[in-house]
Nanobody, 121 residues
Framework: QVQLVESGGGLVQAGGSLSLSCAAS???????????MGWYRQGPGKQRDLVAG???????NYADSVKGRFTISRDNAKNTAYLQMNSLETKDTAVYYC????????????WGQGTQVTVSS
């Protein structure tokens, strides 16, 4: 069984910073590590969208709306992903979800429980 534990959400004023982390654990991960770890977010009444993703090799992609403000990183040895969020804006308010994905023969796709990020004006 795979568990994703997210932490670091909260309330911050616009212009402030928050850091999220996502620690994935489970026996399968020691043999079949995630190809991709990513952060998604879902605002009230909106669909869940990709914020940032990082591969095991370090390739990164960001949503246009967060480029230059957010930084994703990953510790492969710990199966942990991080999201540093700077210059936060009220439009960044959402529930942030961690995702791990692996393709191929031993594929999987797991989600965290979500952590609330609220940016006040």
């Amino acid at each position: 069984q795979v568990q994703l534990v997210e932490s670091g959400g909260g309330l911050v004023q616009a212009g402030g910073s928050l850091s999220l982390s996502c620690a994935a654990s489970g026996n399968i991960l020691s043999r079949f590590s995630p190809d991709t770890m990513g952060w998604y977010r879902q605002g009230p009444g909106k669909q869940r969208d990709l914020v940032a993703g990082i591969t095991s090799g370090g390739a990164i992609n960001y949503a246009d709306s967060v480029k230059g403000r957010f930084t994703i990183s990953r510790d492969n040895a710990k199966n942990t992903a991080y999201l540093q969020m700077n210059s936060l804006e009220t439009k960044d308010t959402a529930v942030y979800y961690c995702n791990i994905h692996r393709g191929g023969t031993f594929s999987y796709d797991y989600w965290g429980q979500g952590t609330q990020v609220t940016v006040s004006s």
